[in-house]
């Protein structure tokens, strides 16, 4: 990179300095194509010196002062015992932490900020008890602001929102219930807490919201303050990137698990709270800025949220409000060809960033409000669409909501393409079509002919293109090689998902590769199986729903003769796993693969997937109990469960359920559910 160009002399280093004691800000002149130069003037801020995107001017962040050599030596030790676990009971562990917590008095500031040490702080919050949660909440109040933007204090600040959310919802749902009056203004400071930090927030959301740290530490607010899911896998991607580290206890004590994949109960200021903040960061940007922000790298996860939050939050009618954020990006209704929403929105689908935020918009505008979108600017150019590889997403997301007849044009416009698609890997769109046609029962004929001439009419050549199989390279080739190349070719992964998707698609998708899979000779039937990727597609060839009794009575006795080949690799295990389940109705090949599985026994237990089959298998059963193990299987296979299970069933849906409002208090029906469930492992005994 060429030096800065500066003059030399006493008289120059002194005028430098006296304008960066004046705070002038420093300029940069970057060259444009015509060869002009334009002021871009950068506030030195670090992470921002000469990107594209600007941040908004915000308040200085505070030095809370460092931690001496001796602290920083305490808690690192104390985090790595944490780590370890070592502790011989709960309530030792507990001792613990209330002693570290002693000497981390009026030092949390410091820990949240320090590099080192910002980890035993996350630790600490995720094993701590409700009360010592709100200790740390009202301690980091009033520098929330802070430390939302500090590289390593606002993890502590997501970690901290995560854990604190359940006390609201167990709060809301029993207020004080035998508690004293001064205990019950306690358990209620939860709600209070979050509602002073979104107090805190409300004056800074515009500049939060390009902030690199603080827009992570904004969107878990959000998303506590509407009651989504917590560890949901679709809300954990918009509120942690990737490289994020995941700080967790193996013997994590808390009640996040409870509502981690369920949505919570709030209290109405909550939503109001919700309300307000969404209203305060669209009403500050006007159509350009938001335009600007959708392809921001920090800002656009953020106007995805703000967009689910608006049509699932507040009702589909949201979206007619002007002062939405959906009516501020597509302002033109309806947005036809022509329009500047119609501009926007065609070139935000091929952009990397962009794109996904056309995909919430697309997943979750109102019906009608999609059948607009797809009419006037997505069902002309589907082709297009599908062979790019960034619009793609976004068309996968559009065919899921085409109703039949729109979906029928679909198939028929896309299916000339698929040639292209399967050279260029675009197999994403493919496997969506497979998927819906079998949804919305459209005649997948035309799609099995052209994916036939994309892969071939010979079932053996067509299974090894479509999965890139190299059986001559593989059988000479290293296993840890072998490994590696596998890993970093994605293109296989995408293959055997739609291989998968075709097997669950009764009629001709299923028989292409059915077909080719009896098609192939043993040796290639071998390393299917142990292949990584491939050996997903054989285990769903014998698992598949519908009528595979013909193909399964003449694949499994190819594979038997392989189990014990199979049982002992990594890989091949998992096929041999799926054999039980491929051997259903067929009695005289499960009893001959559990006759060589305990021929080697020895073989099978001096290795770790050994140890696996043998186990799933239940092969001690088989030894020693043949008439119960044959029992189990023959009632696996007409679906009948054992009394066991149909008790812990019943056990599950009485905790998970409402309770009973019939005769009899909580100890009468644990009673009766005890009886039940003996009476039915009496039964199964008898049987």
Not at 91 to 102: G, I
Not at 158 to 175: G, I, N
Not at 602 to 614: I, N
């Amino acid at each position: 990179m060429p030096k800065e160009h500066k003059k030399r002399g006493r008289r120059e280093e002194q005028k430098r300095k006296r304008k960066q004691e004046d705070g002038d800000p420093v300029s940069k002149k970057p060259k444009t194509n015509e060869g002009s130069a334009v002021d871009i003037v950068v506030d030195n801020h670090p992470q921002y010196n000469g990107a594209d995107y600007l941040p908004l001017p915000g308040p200085e962040i505070p030095f809370y002062g460092l931690l001496d050599e001796e602290e920083q030596e305490y808690f690192k030790r104390a985090d790595t015992i944490l780590e370890l676990n070592q502790f011989n009971d709960a309530e030792e562990r507990q001792l613990f932490l209330a002693n570290v917590y002693q000497e981390a008095a009026g030092k949390e500031l410091k820990i949240a900020n320090s590099q080192s040490c910002s980890r035993l702080m996350e630790r600490l919050i995720s094993m701590s008890t409700p009360e010592q949660l709100k200790t740390l909440f009202r301690t980091f109040s009033g520098h929330f602001l802070n430390l939302a933007q500090h590289r390593f204090a606002s993890h502590c600040c997501e970690t901290l929102f995560l854990q604190a959310a359940p006390l609201v919802t167990e709060e809301l749902k029993a207020p004080g219930k035998g508690k004293s009056k001064a205990a019950t203004e306690e358990s209620t400071a939860a709600e209070l807490l979050f509602l002073d930090v979104t107090k805190e927030l409300e004056q800074y959301l515009g500049y939060l919201m390009t902030d690199q740290f603080a827009s992570h530490t904004l969107r878990v607010l959000l998303v506590v303050l509407s009651g989504r899911p917590l560890m949901d896998a679709h809300t954990t991607t918009l509120l942690q990137s990737k490289k994020k580290e995941n700080i967790k206890h193996p013997s994590q004590e808390n009640t996040v698990s409870s509502f981690s994949n369920s949505k919570r109960a709030v209290p109405a200021s909550f939503v109001a709270a919700l309300d307000r903040m969404t209203k305060g960061i669209v009403a500050g940007l006007d159509t350009n800025n938001l335009r600007a922000l959708a392809s921001h790298p920090v800002a656009n996860p953020l106007l995805q949220l703000l967009l689910e939050l608006e049509f699932g939050q507040f009702g589909k009618s949201k979206a007619k409000d002007l002062s939405s954020l959906f009516r501020k990006l597509l302002p033109d209704d309806p947005p036809t060809e022509g329009t500047e929403s119609a501009s926007f929105f065609s070139g935000m689908l091929y952009d990397a960033i962009g794109s996904r935020l056309m995909e919430v918009l697309v997943t979750n505008s109102p019906g009608k409000t999609f059948k607009v979108l797809y009419q006037n600017l997505l069902r002309d150019r589907l082709t297009s669409l599908a062979k790019n590889e960034t619009a793609s997403y976004v068309l996968i997301k559009a065919l899921e909501r085409l109703n039949k007849e729109d979906l029928q044009q679909a198939v028929q416009a896309i299916c000339p393409q698929t040639q292209l698609l399967v050279n260029r890997s675009r197999t994403s769109v493919i496997r969506c079509l497979v998927e819906r046609c079998h949804v919305r029962e459209v005649d997948p004929e035309p799609l099995a002919i052209s994916l036939q001439e994309a892969y071939g009419q010979q079932p053996a050549e067509r299974l090894s293109k479509m999965l890139r199989i190299s059986l001559a390279d593989s059988e000479t080739m290293s296993d840890e090689r072998r490994k590696n190349i596998e890993n970093q070719d994605p293109t296989k992964t995408h293959a055997s998902l739609l291989a998968q998707s075709m097997l669950e698609a009764p009629g001709p998708l299923r028989e292409m590769i059915t077909e080719s899979i009896l098609a192939i000779d043993d040796s290639s039937l071998l390393q299917l199986a142990k292949d990584r990727s491939a050996t997903r597609v054989l285990q769903k060839s014998l698992s598949c729903s519908g009528d595979t009794a013909r193909y399964r009575r003449m694949i499994m006795p190819r594979l038997a003769a392989m189990t014990i080949d199979l049982a002992t690799d990594p890989v091949g295990s998992h096929a041999v796993d799926a054999f039980w389940t491929g051997s259903e109705g067929l009695a005289f090949i499960r009893e001959r693969i559990a006759q060589h599985l305990a021929q080697h026994e020895a073989t099978l237990r001096d290795s770790v997937p050994g140890r696996a089959v043998w186990r799933n298998w239940k092969m001690d059963m088989y030894k020693t109990k043949r008439r119960d193990w044959t029992l189990e299987a023959k009632e696996q296979a007409a679906g009948i469960k054992t009394g066991i299970e149909l008790a812990r069933e019943r056990y599950a849906a009485q905790k998970q359920g409402p309770r009973s409002k019939g005769r009899g208090g909580p100890r009468q029906q644990i009673a009766s559910s005890i009886r039940t469930g003996a009476n039915d492992v009496v039964a199964a005994g008898h049987a």
